[in-house]
């Protein structure tokens, strides 16, 4: 049983590019989260999301972040128009069900912005 | 929303003493309380949760504590290991609102 699968594991891309990080959630899990863990801190929510629909997107900046997990195929974050800031790790966990159940976290993908 | 802190930063503690991290959270809504151990460069992992209808949950060298009334809640870690060595992470609710983290050494 494979576990939470993410790629790419490391992505750089120059300042104004296009990030597309991808999530694959533990087989009979449908719910997906996304965080964001900056070096030496905790990790922030930033997106919640059910098969095709947006449940909580709270903690996502307004502009440049989408997420989408579509009918078929993995969980995407995208970052449009890169900045320095946008550095960080990004995490995405999931759960086999939405009321107080565990999360599990894949590997992350390291993006760095140069 | 949901706010967590969480106590102390850092810890060191003696091989085979016990560590005791501490976390208290402001929405009295939150029912989940999971704690993560994240080693360096590596990935959350899920140590041990409990859920509001519980006051306390053992495995093995680990436990964690829960006061409702209070909100807070604790981790326990008893005869420390070297590979107990992590940041730990509290989180509440759903939406899983993080603790600062502890980071644990634990001296040969």
């Known amino acids: 049983n494979a576990g939470v699968m993410q790629n790419p594991r490391h992505l750089v891309r120059r300042r104004g590019q296009e990030a597309r990080l991808r999530c694959s959630p533990m087989k009979g899990h449908s719910h997906v989260y996304w965080y964001r863990q900056l070096p030496e801190e905790g990790l922030k929510f930033m997106v919640y999301?059910?098969?095709?629909?947006?449940?909580?997107e709270s903690g996502m900046p307004k502009e440049r972040f989408s997420a989408e997990f579509p009918k078929e195929g993995p969980s995407i974050l995208r970052i449009q128009q890169v900045v320095r800031g946008d550095s960080a790790a990004y995490f995405c966990a999931s759960s086999p069900r939405n009321e107080d159940a565990e999360q599990y976290f894949g590997p992350g993908t390291r993006l760095t912005v140069t | 929303g949901e706010n967590v802190e969480q106590h102390p930063s850092t810890l060191s503690v003696q091989e085979g003493d016990s560590a005791v991290i501490k976390c208290t959270y402001s929405?009295?809504?939150?029912?989940?309380f999971p704690w993560y151990k994240q080693e360096l460069g590596k990935r959350p992992q899920l140590i041990i949760d409990?859920?509001?209808?519980?006051g306390e949950k053992k495995d093995q060298r680990i436990a964690v504590t829960l006061n409702k009334t209070a909100k807070h809640f604790s981790l326990h870690i008893t005869e420390t290991q070297p590979e107990d060595s992590a940041v730990y992470f509290c989180a509440a609710s759903k939406k899983l609102t993080f603790g600062t983290g502890t980071r644990l050494t634990i001296i040969p």
């Open positions: 999301l059910q098969k095709e629909n947006i449940i909580d």
């Open positions: 409990i859920r509001s209808n519980v």
């Open positions: 929405d009295s809504a939150s029912n989940y």
